[in-house]
């Protein structure tokens, strides 16, 4: 009865559990209590036609929420002055903040302006292109008289 039978012995695989030893129990003693009040039992008939029956249950009222104590006015306008006063000095320091970093942008914009044009001007003076007249010519003639290098 609990082999497996033939034509599904290769889909199904039969495990049978193994009964665990019953746990020891100690019944509570029980007392008569004789309620204050026997409930009133209620019958409702559903739309289908069923009964329910049962006891009411009144339903649970939520615990009376104690008042909160009131917060005085100049309380709130205190701390309302306070965050404001602290919202003006944090602007107030990031505004620093910031026309220091724009004066040491400026700064830097101005130097690389006078290292642009200084290289311009480097390059107008020691450029070997354009006319061969001037001073560097007149320069490099005495020189190479100086040092009687003929050409």
């Known amino acids: 009865m609990n082999e497996p039978t033939t034509h599904h012995s290769a889909y199904l695989a039969v495990h049978h559990p193994t009964p665990l030893a019953p746990a020891a129990v100690h019944p509570a003693p ?12 209620a019958s409702i008939v559903l739309p289908d036609g069923r009964i329910v029956t049962g ?3 009144a339903p649970a009222q ?3 929420v104690a008042a909160k104590p009131a ?3 100049t309380a709130v306008n205190v701390a309302l002055g306070g965050v404001g006063f ?3 000095c944090g602007g107030l320091l990031l505004l620093t903040s910031f026309i220091a970093a724009l004066t040491a942008f400026i700064g ?3 130097i690389l302006a006078a290292v642009i044009f200084g290289g311009w001007i480097a390059v107008q003076v020691f450029s070997g292109g354009g006319h061969r007249g001037g001073t560097t010519v007149h320069i490099r003639k005495a020189v190479i008289k100086r040092n009687h290098f003929h050409r």
């Open 30 to 41: 029980v007392l008569p209590v004789q309620p204050g009040a026997v409930p009133a039992v």
């Open 55 to 57: 006891y009411a249950v």
């Open 62 to 64: 939520p615990e009376p």
């Open 71 to 73: 917060v005085s006015r």
């Open 86 to 88: 602290l919202a003006v």
């Open 108 to 110: 830097q914009l101005i």
